[in-house]
Nanobody, 125 residues
């Protein structure tokens, strides 16, 4: 069982930056690909980014490519999402998630088994 806790959300003006963290407990994260998703009010939960077990491979949604960076530190059992050049449309609750152990990274939200509680990101115009 993996427990995930996100932190780092908040209120920021358009063009600003935020750094999200996702700390894991229960098991080492080195056996899990990791993903970040977001959900705006009244909308479905959307893929943002994922990263491979070692961090050597990353993939981003087109809407955040070039602005967001996903990374991980397996020694600290933590995954990060650096968000730059934020836009009002980035406003959402952001979740980190893990699929089954040793699963390949995927954009498919249905493949993720473990989820954090989410952290709110609000970007004002």
């Amino acid at each position: 069982q993996v427990q995930l806790v996100e932190s780092g959300g908040g209120l920021v003006q358009a063009g600003g930056s935020l750094s999200l963290s996702c700390a894991a407990s229960g098991r080492t994260l080195s056996g899990y690909a990791m993903g970040w998703f977001r959900q705006a009010p009244g909308k479905e939960r959307d893929f943002v980014a994922h990263i491979s077990l070692t961090g050597g491979s990353t993939y981003y949604a087109d809407s955040v490519k070039g602005r967001f960076t996903i990374s991980r530190d397996n020694a600290k059992n933590t995954v990060y999402l650096q968000m730059n050049s934020l836009k009002p449309e980035d406003t959402a609750v952001y979740y980190c998630a893990a699929p089954k152990i040793l699963a390949i990274p995927t954009m498919d939200v249905r493949q993720y088994v473990y989820w954090g509680q989410g952290t709110q990101v609000t970007v004002s115009s």
